[in-house]
């Protein structure tokens, strides 16, 4: 396995237009790092296509150990735990972990590992389902119409029982603020680019998106929230 994977033999295996709109955002914003982790990877397909985009290692970890083929011979895939990542102090320069928060009982353990492992001057990249939303799993790829609905049923009935929580087995995630205020406990620099996500991933509705911004409806109508940061 190489450092990292070459773009050119990614292109013939892997694609995902909103994993390589997100590595357009870290790449902006983290132009000189070398080494990501992703912490909950899954299958491994979003961090092989992080490699593929930014061109540095890319390390991923998850709980079932799970991985593609494919990912893992072209990536560095680990069975770990978030709550205690099997990696030297300031190993990475970035940490990224787009939904996978809200399935870990003890988050602020894992917050406090992504902190412990990135570098001094670190970036972390941290998205979750948004709690407020009104309705979620939109832009599930291997979800039916009928699957979208039927879990979300699920969801307001948990809202009605006042079960919507992550610890109550809900897949809630944490509003803006309530994930704001997590991170804020851990990291010194807190920014949300929920509004950035979504401009970039959907690029050809970027007057609707800057509305729902603008008028507050984002915070009902956005089915993620995103925060990016410094250690």
């Known amino acids: 396995m190489t450092a990292f994977a070459g773009k050119n033999q990614l292109e013939k295996l892997f694609g995902d237009g909103k994993t390589e709109a997100v590595a357009r955002i870290i790449k902006k914003a983290a132009p000189d790092s070398r080494r990501l982790l992703v912490v909950g990877c899954g299958s491994g397909l979003e961090a092989a296509i992080l490699s593929q985009e930014l061109m540095i290692e890319v390390v991923g970890i998850d709980l079932r150990g799970n991985f593609d083929p494919r990912a893992a011979s072209l990536v560095q895939l680990r069975k770990g735990d978030a709550t205690h990542l099997d990696f030297e102090d300031r190993s990475f320069d970035i940490v990224y972990s787009y939904h996978a928060l809200e399935h870990i009982p003890d988050y602020r353990q894992a ?3 992504m902190h412990r492992v990135l570098t001094d001057t670190g970036t972390y990249f941290i998205g979750t389902p948004n709690r407020d939303r009104l309705v979620g799993y939109i832009g599930s790829k291997k ?3 009928r699957n979208k609905i039927q ?3 699920s969801d307001w009935r948990a809202r009605i029982q006042g079960r919507f929580r992550n ?3 809900a897949h809630a995630g944490f509003s803006s603020t309530e ?11 807190v920014e949300e680019i929920t509004l950035i996500y979504y401009l970039t991933i959907y ?6 998106i800057r509305f729902l911004s603008k008028t507050g409806l984002g915070r009902f109508l956005f089915p993620s929230v995103y925060f990016i940061g410094m250690k």
């Open 111 to 113: 917050l406090a590992e």
């Open 143 to 145: 979800a039916t119409l």
């Open 151 to 153: 879990w979300n049923i």
């Open 167 to 169: 610890e109550l087995g």
């Open 179 to 189: 994930l704001h205020n997590e991170l804020a406990g851990v990291f010194t620099e």
């Open 203 to 208: 690029s050809g509705h970027k007057r609707f």
